[in-house]
């Protein structure tokens, strides 16, 4: 993994290929399927969204612990731009509040 210096600071962002552009959604979220088959195995997950700018949206089915949960994403991430494109990014879907004791409290925001 690279370390993160001033250096790579001031470089752009790696941008994906024309061909993961000109590929349909069905077919790139297929590819990054595949991908988790042959190298993700300890994960659940769903793959929610694959734009064609390179953002991956992932859906974890299985808790994974906060202390490890980063790591595990950005290895996930750089094994996907080694194999797939380097100008992906990987997300996960964001969720809302789980607590039952917040969301008790009856407070609603009004726009």
């Known amino acids: 993994m690279n ?36 190298n993700i195995n300890d994960i659940e997950y769903e793959v929610i969204k694959a734009t064609d700018d390179g953002q991956v949206i992932i859906r974890i089915n299985k808790s994974i ?23 992906l990014t990987l997300w996960l879907e964001p969720i809302g509040d789980k607590s039952k004791l917040r969301n008790l409290r009856g407070i609603s925001i009004k726009t």
């Not at 959604?25 to 042959?38: C, G, S, V």
């Open 3 to 38: 370390l993160i210096n001033k250096h790579n600071s001031l470089l752009d962002s790696p941008v994906v290929s024309e061909n993961w552009k000109l590929m349909k959604e069905n077919d790139r979220i297929d590819q990054i399927k595949k991908f988790f088959l042959r």
């Open 65 to 87: 612990p906060a202390s490890k949960r980063g790591l595990v994403l950005l290895e996930i991430e750089e094994k996907m731009k080694k194999n797939l494109d380097k100008g």
